[in-house]
């Protein structure tokens, strides 16, 4: 039809040449042709994110576009080309120029504190008391608002103050920080332990990467004797990746080996039963770390399989994990593994309890970030090395 026809035009032009009134033309056809190819829908778009509450809506809009697709209730070109119409759009909206960075606190509005502990998605928020830890001495707690809707938290980062990288989210989450005014000799650490994307429409506009740097100038105003920033992140994903190794080599013997014979010949000592089929059904359950034996048994092999996991899986070439290929992405060191880190249910379920130090070195972000974007190498430090070396020797895959 009338694309076809636009386009039969700009291949004809170009083909007789670029000069004189001819290279007018064909600019002319090629902007036809682009108006004829933009959806119709793009201009309402904009229309409407002209309007007061326009910006919600569209937010709003695509979270239930993104929750049709998840459920299979839509599909197809057309709504996978308005889902990527609509992202550029509000990644265009979004930038940075046009966010607020807030602090929340205690005198925060309630509405921003009851916000703010319902989006929690990486430790959630137990009550009232421990949102106000969370704000309190020793915590930070920021968010990026849109200049439109100031009320409207977009994501969310906590942050820690120690004097050491933390290993382990009980000492951040759990344990009541001395009420006392903040003793500056304690902090040169900062923790990135939480961040929370609050509207799922929002889905994969970069806000993350822009609201950690932002944080970290304020901090390093707030606090010119901070030398360390670090994340304590979780691992998702971790278990069910073991749990279908373990399948794989049920269904093909001597093909996948994630555990050594001794290792194997161990755990059916605890158990009393073959392996490989309770490894799957304490993983699955997490039985497992009710038994001392287990636990002290499991950390080596489950230590190595997973940075093997975060250092060497990949999807199209990155980190197949998605908080990994983030952090790395920022430009981020793969730095220590954690045993034990979240003995949380959802901790045991998502990563076997393991959390993961990703480093900031700030003089190197950007030459690291470039060379995983540019050449695929994850920065990893000795410790994540060493158990990498560890499962290529004693691991099969």
């Known amino acids: 039809g009338r694309v076809a026809e636009l386009s039969a035009r700009v291949a004809r032009l170009q083909e007789q040449g670029r000069e004189g009134d001819e290279a007018g033309a064909v600019l002319q056809a090629e902007d036809r042709l682009r108006h004829s190819l933009t959806p119709r829908y793009r201009g309402l778009f904009q229309h409407l994110g002209r309007q007061e509450g326009g910006l919600r809506f569209l937010v709003e809009l695509r979270r239930d576009l993104l929750e049709a697709v998840a459920a299979r209730q839509a599909d197809g070109p057309h709504v996978r080309e308005m889902n990527g119409v609509l992202k550029n759009m509000l990644s265009e909206w979004f930038s940075t120029g046009f966010l607020n960075l807030e602090r929340v606190t205690w005198q925060s509005p309630c509405e921003i504190l009851q916000k703010i ?208 290929n983030f952090h790395l992405q920022n430009g981020a060191v793969l730095w220590r593994l954690n045993w034990m880190a979240d003995t949380s249910p959802r901790g045991i379920t998502a990563s076997c309890g393991m959390m993961v130090n990703y480093r900031y070195f700030l003089e190197d972000t950007a030459h690291n970030s470039a060379v995983y974007l540019g050449t695929k190498q994850t920065k990893a430090s000795e410790q994540i090395l060493s158990l990498v070396s560890q499962f290529q020797q004693h691991s099969k895959l």
């Open 117 to 324: 502990s319902d989006s929690e998605a990486v430790h959630p928020v137990r009550n009232w008391m421990d949102m106000k830890r969370r704000v309190g001495p020793y915590r930070r707690c920021y968010y990026f608002a849109h200049c439109t809707i100031p009320s409207e938290p977009l994501i969310v980062l906590h942050v820690a103050l120690t004097d050491e990288i933390s290993s382990s989210i009980q000492s951040i989450v759990k344990e009541l920080p001395s009420q006392e005014e903040e003793n500056l000799s304690k902090i040169n650490t900062a923790i990135f332990y939480s961040i929370s994307l609050t509207q799922q429409g929002l889905q994969g506009v970069e806000l993350g990467t822009y609201l950690i740097k932002r944080v970290v100038k304020e901090l390093q105003m707030e606090f010119p004797q901070l030398k360390v920033f670090s994340t304590l992140s979780p691992i998702p994903g971790f278990t069910k990746w073991l749990t279908g190794l373990l399948s794989s080599q049920s269904k093909e013997a001597g093909r996948s080996n994630p555990f050594t014979e001794s290792e194997f010949r161990e755990i059916s000592e605890i158990t009393g039963d073959p392996a490989i089929e309770v490894l799957k059904r304490l993983l699955t359950n997490n039985e497992w770390v009710r038994s001392e034996r287990l636990v002290g048994l499991l950390q080596q092999p489950l230590l190595r399989l997973c940075a093997w996991y975060l250092y060497g899986e990949k999807h199209r070439g990155y980190a197949l994990n998605p908080v990994a």
